[in-house]
């Protein structure tokens, strides 16, 4: 259940692995179509984008002040797109 704040679907279900997509596409560019290189870059940075999103989701269902729910999905973005996206992008 995505509203239960006791379980985050971005790190608590199988949905963390597309956090690496980009890092799994990247690993097999030499051997695959760069269109599936591509989609596994949209599949990670979707995932980054819904971490976000669920974090600003659920501080609101919660009743956090808007300032709170402004920082935690920004906070939550910016970790995301640099550790699932950024930086692997670069170091892979």
Known sequence: DFS????DPMKDTVLRYLGYANEFGES???IIKWQYVWA????????ALSDMYHKKWLHEQLGAPMQQVHSAALKTGLFQFLASVIIPGLLV
Request: charged share 15%; net charge neutral; hydrophobic share 40%.
């Open 28 to 30: 097999f560019r030499p």
């Open 40 to 47: 596994s870059w949209v599949a990670a940075s979707g995932y």
């Open 4 to 7: 239960d704040p006791s379980v």
